[in-house]
């Protein structure tokens, strides 16, 4: 449905997108994840018809949207897309029923239809009481709500959100969750949906596209992006809490032993545990922070600026400037060389 | 338990004590003189001049000519204003015009530059034979200045344009830098065309703000003075303003304070139903400001064009106007502004074959005498008004519940809805006669400053509430915290904070005070020169050098003080930001 063909785009002389290829099909809920100025906003404004590519191709089904090599791209309005704003752009001169009617009327819709379709969809976000409300008369949440069901009121064949949640507070950000996933789901339509927050990424996706500096890092499902990272970066980006990463060097010798001295090992937070004395196989750390998810503890120690953190049952007391004896399984769960890559 | 509640009671006495004090100060400086005028035109010796403005034989005269012209003038100058400072606006802040910056900085000075220079600017340019005396640069040139370009109405609704348009400009860029292109952009992807965004979205939400401009500029121009009575005066077009200043000129004051009451009224009206407009529930505050970036506008081949006429609306209404002004303080004759050139009308002797006798303004004692006043008037009143403003913030700040606090507040801010003739008008009537024990105040230099205080009180109340806020609260109660003495925490957090906050507010009173006109015309006395009120005076009788010397002065000393002020403060003009 969506087909990224070594997507590029460069302000002046800062490559924002690199050569980003990528396909997901009809239905799918895309997420674009990465640290802030990776490039994620930039590619959802090029999905939208707001930014021109300066390489590569967007197609959407059957059509080419936009063309980097030829520098032409098809008008936002005529794409087949909703775009939700991380500022939700609400129009604030007009009430909730009028910031959705109103690119109905741009369409051209009639009366009647118009004003069933206000209705239908201000049921679906369940605000269906806010209609006569003007934007600056309503909660953060409910403003989100009009962003989005403004958006699907044209029934765009692509849903894009840029960043919507970042405004809402803890509470209320796991609530739109799935909140998103529903009319997600309720409207059948394609989903891209940009975040720096790997825990919503995680949680919404079908597919995920990690991506750092322009580039994407890894194109996969979630659980495969957890299980099997192919860089670094996604390792230490990813799940909750993300992966471990250990230089070789820092090793103790019995692990270290068969591994390239340059590389680092990757162990998971569950394959590590906690002993009470220094082993063959353990490494001191500064005690951090523990706290306790989902009936296990979560441990987190420190050593110069390298975090390690483990996940165990019945961690023993500790007080921030006791010593934390980590203990790592025989072999690690991948190992990635200086560079990044995965090694095997 | 009775200490507490003592403490309690004392304290709250404390408040009520400082409450009633402040009160009482923005009513004998703010509510006196209004109460005062109304008073005496209801005096039974005084009252017929109501029926004898609104109905009389004379009321025609009057009142109703002075006040269509009034409003042909607002409606006029509010439309003009809106459009030009609309316009620039919206190619400063949403396009991608060339030097947006010098544009967006051209068009925040014209309102530096006093109406009555403009006017005389104007006059030097286009004045034709028609009043006698000497005639413009243009009929010089041997052009025939048809009349109505020359005098009345036209030139009057050019000038205060040129002059109120800046304000206009301000007030709708300032609201136009806050539409966040991603409104623009959500009306893009909805498949809306550029006219249809721009008159679904972008003018709706900028509604308030051009309602503001109007409004503000409609009541500017209703209460000018100078402008009319330099252009219009000659040719016997009166407005309100200069109706009323020729009623006081001549003794019927009861008549001039009808006059004075009624235009107070209009221009009040006007403000409030601007206000009334844009409040409401659709407050258009822009919601939330995460995200949300700068797009402009891609303006394509009308790029140049539009450059260039924005360049001369900027430069028409700014270097144009100071260098007639400076040619012709140096021409002895302003049909050839460019040749002759003398410093006679600044340094020169008396000379009997000379401009009837006059001395150049640097060697005329009055003169000199003169801008020491002005001077002194402009430091004393941002001195007073400074040390009134931080006390009014300060009490509304601190103690700012209740109806005594209502009370102050909406004072302050009354002089706001007045114009400033009318302002003079009711200062006469309350401090031209003796009041109790104390003797008249007319023709002293106290009544200036207390009229100039009370005028610009609601400016030196937002001055103040700006200080404060910077200053109180989190500041300086983490310097609490860490146990710093009240003395200390002074002179280390509050006076720092403070002191760049304060000393701009005051060089702009002092700016205020320097190029005012309306104000000080009515309270002008020979013992009391003012170097505005004799530029006008010789301008009146026709001595445009020495009027466009003086002016030239006012224009050196207002432009060197606003550029202090504006380095001090920093000012932030969102719009520019790139």
Not at chain 1, 61 to 87: A, C, K, M, Y
Not at chain 1, 125 to 135: N, S, V
Not at chain 1, 178 to 187: G, N, P, Q
Not at chain 2, 150 to 170: D, E, K, N, R
């Amino acid at each position: 449905m969506i087909r990224l063909e070594n997507l590029g785009k460069s302000f002046g002389s800062f490559d924002a997108v690199k050569e980003v290829s990528l396909d997901v099909p009809r239905g799918a809920f895309l997420v674009l994840v990465g640290p802030s100025g990776c490039g994620k906003s930039t590619m959802l404004r090029m999905l939208a018809g707001l930014e021109t590519p300066s390489a590569g191709r967007i197609v959407f089904g059957e059509h080419t949207v936009s063309d980097g090599g030829q520098g032409w791209t098809i008008d936002p309005s005529r794409r087949n897309v909703g775009l939700v704003f991380q500022s939700y752009a609400l129009w604030p001169h007009m009430t909730v029923a009028g910031n959705v009617d109103w690119p109905l009327k741009v369409k051209g819709l009639g009366k009647a239809e118009r004003r069933q379709r206000i209705e239908e969809v201000l049921r679906l976000l369940g605000i269906d009481g806010l209609a006569g409300r003007y934007p600056n008369e309503i909660s953060g949440g409910q403003q989100q709500r009009v962003a989005i069901a403004r958006m699907i009121a044209p029934r765009p064949g692509i849903l894009l959100f840029d960043e919507p949640l970042s405004n809402l507070d803890a509470k209320l950000r796991v609530e739109m969750r799935t909140e998103l996933l529903r009319v997600h789901r309720a409207t059948g339509a394609t989903s891209v949906y940009v975040t720096h927050d790997q825990v919503e990424a995680m949680t919404m996706a079908s597919h995920v596209a990690v991506l750092n500096n322009g580039r994407v890092e890894q194109f996969g499902p979630p659980a495969e992006l957890v299980a099997n990272p192919a860089t670094a970066f996604v390792a230490t980006f990813v799940g909750t809490p993300p992966a471990n990463l250990v230089p070789v060097a820092a090793l103790p010798e019995a692990l270290a032993a068969g591994l390239p001295a340059e590389a680092s090992a990757m162990y998971r937070p569950e394959e590590l545990g906690i002993v009470a004395a220094p082993g063959p196989d353990s490494l001191a750390f500064d005690f951090a922070e523990a706290s306790p998810v989902a009936g296990r503890t979560m441990v987190t120690g420190t050593s110069g600026d390298r975090r390690l953190t483990a996940v165990v049952d019945g961690a023993p007391a500790l007080a921030v400037g006791d010593t934390v004896h980590f203990r790592l399984p025989p072999r690690p769960a991948v190992v990635f060389a200086a560079s990044g890559e995965r090694l095997k | 338990m009775t200490t507490t509640t003592l403490r309690q009671g004392l304290r709250l006495d404390g408040a009520t004590l400082l409450k009633l004090g402040v009160l009482a100060l923005v009513g004998v400086l703010i509510a006196a003189p209004l109460l005062r005028i109304v008073l005496d035109t209801l005096s039974p010796g005084a009252i017929v001049a109501w029926s004898e403005v609104t109905t009389g034989r004379l009321s025609r005269n009057l009142l109703w000519v002075p006040l269509g012209n009034t409003l042909i003038l607002g409606v006029g100058v509010a439309c003009g204003c809106v459009l030009i400072g609309g316009f620039l606006a919206w190619l400063v802040v949403m396009t991608d015009v060339p030097f947006r910056r010098t544009i967006g900085l051209m068009a925040t000075l014209p309102f530096m530059i006093p109406s009555f220079a403009t006017a005389l600017a104007w006059g030097s340019l286009f004045r034709n034979s028609r009043v006698g005396g000497q005639s413009g640069f243009l009929e010089g040139l041997g052009l025939a200045i048809p009349d109505w370009l020359s005098w009345g109405m036209v030139p009057t609704l050019i000038v205060l344009i040129a002059h109120y348009y800046s304000l206009a400009f301000t007030v709708i860029a300032a609201a136009l830098a806050t539409v966040n292109s991603d409104l623009v952009e959500a009306a893009q992807i909805a498949g809306a065309k550029r006219s249809r965004i721009l008159f679904g979205i972008v003018l709706p939400v900028a509604l308030p703000a051009v309602v503001a401009g109007a409004s503000l500029t409609f009541a500017g121009a209703v209460s000018n003075f100078a402008a009319p009575a330099l252009l219009g005066l000659p040719v016997r077009m009166q407005t309100m303003a200069t109706r009323l200043f020729g009623l006081i000129e001549v003794g019927q004051t009861a008549r001039g304070y009808v006059v004075a009451i009624l235009l107070i009224a209009i221009s009040a009206l006007f403000l409030w139903a601007g206000n009334a407009v844009v409040s409401g529930r659709r407050s258009y505050a822009t919601i939330t400001g995460k995200g949300g970036r700068a797009k402009r506008f891609v303006l394509g081949a009308a790029r140049t064009p539009l450059f260039l006429l924005a360049a001369l609306v900027c430069l028409l209404t700014t270097v144009v106007p100071v260098v007639i002004l400076i040619a012709s303080s140096l021409a002895p004759s302003s049909s050839a502004l460019f040749s002759n050139w003398t410093l006679h009308y600044w340094t020169g002797a008396s000379n009997p074959s000379f401009a009837q006798g006059q001395p150049g303004i640097f060697s005329n004692p009055f003169i000199l005498s003169g801008t020491g006043m002005t001077l002194a008037l402009g430091a004393s009143v941002a001195v007073t008004t400074t040390l009134a403003g931080l006390l009014v913030a300060f009490v509304l700040a601190r103690h700012g519940r209740g109806p005594l606090a209502g009370a102050i507040n909406q004072l302050s801010f009354l002089p706001l809805l007045v114009p400033g003739i009318a302002f003079g008008a009711a200062y006469i009537a309350l401090f031209g006669a003796p009041i109790g024990p104390f003797p008249a105040l007319y023709g002293t230099f106290p009544l200036l400053v207390l009229a100039a205080t009370a005028y610009l009180m609601p400016f030196a109340v937002q001055t103040g509430r700006a200080v404060i806020q910077q200053v109180s609260g989190d500041l300086d109660e983490s310097a609490r915290m860490t146990g710093a003495s009240f003395p200390r925490r002074l002179a280390a957090i509050t006076v720092p904070l403070a002191s760049r906050g304060l000393a701009a507010g005051a060089l702009i009173v002092f700016v205020k005070i320097m190029r005012d006109l309306s104000l000080v015309v009515l309270l002008f006395t020979p013992t009391t020169p003012l170097l505005s009120v004799l530029a006008y005076r010789y301008a009146s009788e026709g001595f445009g050098q020495f009027a466009n010397a003086i002016t030239v002065v006012i224009l050196v000393i207002s432009i060197a003080a606003t550029l202090l002020a504006n380095r001090l403060q920093t000012k932030s003009q969102p719009w520019l930001k790139s």
